[in-house]
């Protein structure tokens, strides 16, 4: 599966008309291939896809499913992230002996340059969003790509080998790696989420781990002391390792301490530039340990957060960004769209957009980095998680359940379950918002954390959150 595979000249089949699959398909007709797209949409209109991306424009399109004799002499298969690789569209594509590759993979085969990949259940965007902002203040060519929302595909051929690429890497894409290799990775925390498509933890653990298989020794790879799954995946890797922790001082790592984040590890700094103006650590510390920042000077709320900002801080101190660098990029960065986004205040109401809050662990976060009275907008697309741990988050600051989607009557029961019974029925979102606004008072804060996917009601959680900003925008 992971062999060279000469696609010049060749037929390659692309599995998914979405943005992963338009940006693979312009990347194979740049390296001289010949794109053949599938959709197993049999009502897709094609006529209006070649329309709407005209990379299509010249391509053969087969839809709803395929006869064997359709796919005579293609050679791979790229897939998009939405389709499962153990569903029947790669199983028959086993039958016909043709190999099957990920969009990540296909980029990272024609793609140069250094590379950081990032994954984990939760805090990727903001993870990767932040260390392409730390990069881009010190190396001149910075690409920041994968989950999200720009496909790696779509910037390959456009990298050197003076690039840094620093890609968000989900789940779904690491079902179909072979040779992909940062040479630096990041799992942030794994927690249950999409065992729809996994099934199992085990197998979404696995699967999350897969982003360090190729790493070699002397490469770098970001974990989370506090997950107990990752300090024992760290102490059995053959790659060095780099531990961040929220909770406890670390001799080698970075850790949270005294409402500041320190990074502690004397050979690495003992001669580096990173050491130029930044304040050692008191000697009840390590001697090795300096100060990066005080998290009073972010402008990102919550414990996550700062496990968030560790992550990349390790990151870039892997690429030799010195600290004075990445303090000042800290201090100037701003939380991504839809995750814990201030929106606006009304009538003394704030409003708080967490649409990417997908899944409980999310949300629980959204829920600890409020420090008001809150009116908590949940529910959606059921990913068959269970919702007990959050509920139990709630410790007395949410003053109202208001719930929406497929899965607002098992939100609703579990709530009940642990005593929580303020909770409210809505069919819309826009319902939802309504009846917050009316019951809030001054003080109080409104926050859209679903929990759940969007699925069903929306094409997904940025225009869910896009949506909801409207909404509150138009309260009167």
């Known amino acids: 599966m992971g062999a060279a595979i000469n696609i010049e000249g060749n037929r390659v089949l692309v599995v998914g008309s979405g943005l992963s699959g338009a940006a693979a398909t312009e990347l194979l007709k740049k390296k001289g291939a010949f794109p053949v797209l599938f959709d197993g949409n049999r009502e897709l209109d094609t006529g209006a896809l070649r329309r709407k991306s005209p990379v299509f424009a010249d391509v053969e399109i087969i839809t709803g499913g395929w006869r064997d004799e359709e796919l005579a002499g293609v050679v791979l298969a790229i897939l998009s992230p939405g389709v499962p690789a153990d569903g029947p569209v790669v199983r028959r ?43 881009a203040e010190y190396f001149a060519d910075v690409k920041v790509v994968g989950n999200i929302g720009i496909p790696y595909t779509s910037v390959a051929a456009d990298t050197t080998e003076d690039t840094v690429t620093v890609a968000e890497i989900s789940s779904f894409q690491l079902e179909t790696v072979c040779t992909f290799h940062p040479q630096i990775s990041a799992i942030l925390n794994i927690t249950p989420d999409h065992l729809d498509r996994h099934h199992t933890m085990e197998c979404y653990t696995a699967t999350k781990e897969r982003i360090a298989e190729n790493q070699e020794a002397g490469e770098l790879c970001v974990l989370n002391y506090e997950d107990d799954v990752l300090r024992a995946f760290g102490e059995q890797m053959k790659t060095n390792v780099l531990f ?71 990151i870039a101190i892997g690429f030799g960004v010195p600290i004075p660098v990445i303090a000042q990029v800290l201090r100037k960065f ?8 201030y929106v606006t205040e009304k009538r003394g109401v704030r409003f708080y957009n967490d649409s990417k809050g997908t899944n409980p662990d999310a949300a629980i976060k959204g829920i600890q980095a409020m420090n008001r009275p809150t009116f908590l907008i949940g529910g959606g697309y059921d990913k068959h998680s269970e919702y007990d741990e959050w509920i139990e988050s709630f410790g007395g600051k949410v003053k109202k359940l208001v719930l929406i989607g497929q899965t607002k009557e098992k939100i609703a029961e579990c709530a009940r379950k642990h005593g929580f019974t303020d909770v409210v029925m809505c069919g819309t979102l826009e319902e939802a918002v309504d009846v917050c606004f009316r019951e809030a008072v001054f ?25 909801f900003r409207e909404y509150v925008h138009s309260l009167q």
């Open 93 to 135: 594509l086993g039958e016909q002996g043709i190999p099957v590759w990920g969009e990540i993979e296909l980029a990272y085969r024609f793609a140069h340059g250094r590379l950081a990949a990032i994954t984990g259940t939760n805090g990727k965007t903001t993870t990767t969003a932040l260390t392409g902002a730390i990069l």
């Open 244 to 314: 961040f922790s929220g909770e406890r001082r670390l001799e080698r790592g970075l850790y949270l301490e005294e409402d500041s984040i320190w990074y502690a590890d004397a050979d690495s700094l003992k001669s580096a530039e990173a050491m130029n103006s930044v304040e050692k650590a008191p000697s009840m510390r390590a001697e090795s340990a300096v100060k990066v920042i005080s998290v009073s000077e972010l402008n990102l709320l919550g414990r996550h957060n700062y496990e968030n900002v560790m992550a990349a801080v390790g």
């Open 334 to 341: 701003r939380a991504v769209e839809h995750r814990i986004e």
């Open 443 to 467: 003080g109080d804060a409104v926050l859209l954390s679903p929990a759940c996917a969007s699925w069903g009601m929306f094409a997904n959680y940025e225009e869910r959150g896009r949506i």
